[in-house]
């Protein structure tokens, strides 16, 4: 199969750090300049279809031994606008999906402990649900998000699909 060329900009009107995102062939597709290397990825979360070209660029922390921990791909990691998913840009790959993983909670009250306190009793948070627009059936081995080939030709970036 052939694939399709689209000259997207100068590689001038596209900085470290920015990104541009595009219509291609009826595909919305963000074209990121990862520390000078050209990734694309596209524009579409697995959860719930989000815009996630137009997520925050983060990094993540990775464990080094126990107890030590390091801060890596900076700029690298796009967080999802919507509900905060986290997807390596230059791969498409899940770094962290805050579904599949949850902190145990415990159910907690207030209880009056003397009779001239009357017996007032609350319930205070503790194992509130996920908002119900959070929640997903498929919490483990979402896909990766779809990659393109880019290219600098000419002073142009260049995608293909
Ligand atoms: S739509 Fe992207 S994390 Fe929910």
């Known amino acids: 199969m052939t694939e399709k060329r689209f ?5 001038s009107e596209l900085p ?4 541009v995102i595009t219509t291609l062939d009826g595909i919305s597709i963000g074209v990121f300049n ?3 290397e050209y ?16 997520g925050k660029l983060t990094g993540t922390t990775e464990s ?23 997807f390596d840009v230059t791969t498409g790959e899940s770094v962290f999906n805050p579904h599949s993983v ?7 009250t207030v209880e009056s ?12 948070a503790g194992g509130s649900p996920p908002c119900s627009s959070c929640e997903t059936s498929e919490v483990d081995g979402e896909p990766p998000v779809d990659t393109y080939d ?12």
């Open 7 to 11: 000259e997207i900009c100068p590689t």
């Open 16 to 19: 470290p750090g920015d990104r």
């Open 34 to 36: 990862i520390d000078g």
């Open 39 to 54: 990734h694309a990825l596209k524009n579409d979360c697995p959860h719930q279809r989000a815009p996630l070209c137009e």
């Open 64 to 86: 080094t031994a126990p107890g030590q921990y390091e801060w890596t791909a900076d700029g690298q990691i796009v967080q999802c606008p919507w509900h905060g998913w986290e």
């Open 102 to 108: 949850k902190a145990k909670t415990f159910q907690t």
């Open 113 to 124: 402990t003397g009779e001239a306190r009357g017996g007032s009793s609350a319930e205070a």
């Open 150 to 161: 880019v290219e600098v030709e000419h002073d142009t970036v260049v995608v293909y699909l």
